[in-house]
């Protein structure tokens, strides 16, 4: 279960990168190759946006994470942080060229840096959790 958690952050962290180098670029989006990479990378994020918040919320529970409600608290920012991102990622798909301007809106968004840094903040906490359970492992 913590790496299917584990895979859905890369994706969206491997998306953010991808995107900060192709809005350096300076492409028109009329690109096919270059622009149905960023479209390929925005794809799998999106797919792992969706229904991440549950996801992570089945994590809490198998862990027994306590104080739970403070961890269902900080749930329902990462689910709306998470919807917000994935309607504005949604947006940028719908577009029929994605240019390195457009990108470069994307990321300045709120809603997706809000969402990394929840994504950073729960990642420590859970990495935090496991090692206490099980010092022999590490991150």
């Given at each position: 279960?913590?790496?299917?958690?584990?895979?859905?952050?890369?994706?969206?962290?491997?998306?953010?990168?991808?995107?900060?180098?192709?809005?350096?670029?300076?492409?028109?989006?009329?690109?096919?190759?270059?622009?149905?990479?960023?479209?390929?990378?925005?794809?799998?994020?999106?797919?792992?946006?969706?229904?991440?918040?549950?996801?992570?919320?089945?994590?809490?529970?198998?862990?027994?994470?306590?104080?739970?409600?403070?961890?269902?608290?900080?749930?329902?920012?990462?689910?709306?942080d998470a919807r917000d991102?994935?309607?504005?990622?949604?947006?940028?798909?719908?577009?029929?060229?994605?240019?390195?301007?457009?990108?470069?809106?994307?990321?300045?968004?709120?809603?997706?840096?809000?969402?990394?840094?929840?994504?950073?903040?729960?990642?420590?906490?859970?990495?935090?959790?496991?090692?206490?359970?099980?010092?022999?492992?590490?991150?």
């Amino acid at each position: 279960m913590l790496a299917a958690i584990e895979d859905r952050c890369d994706a969206i962290e491997e998306c953010y990168e991808f995107m900060l180098g192709y809005a350096g670029k300076g492409f028109s989006g009329e690109d096919s190759g270059e622009s149905s990479e960023v479209r390929r990378h925005l794809q799998e994020a999106a797919r792992s946006l969706n229904g991440l918040a549950p996801a992570l919320g089945d994590v809490v529970e198998k862990q027994r994470l306590e104080p739970e409600s403070k961890y269902r608290a900080f749930l329902a920012i990462i689910d709306r942080d998470a919807r917000d991102s994935l309607a504005v990622v949604e947006l940028v798909l719908a577009q029929q060229v994605i240019s390195s301007q457009l990108i470069d809106n994307l990321n300045a968004s709120i809603h997706l840096r809000a969402l990394l840094t929840d994504l950073f903040l729960i990642d420590e906490i859970l990495c935090a959790h496991i090692k206490q359970q099980d010092p022999l492992l590490t991150s």
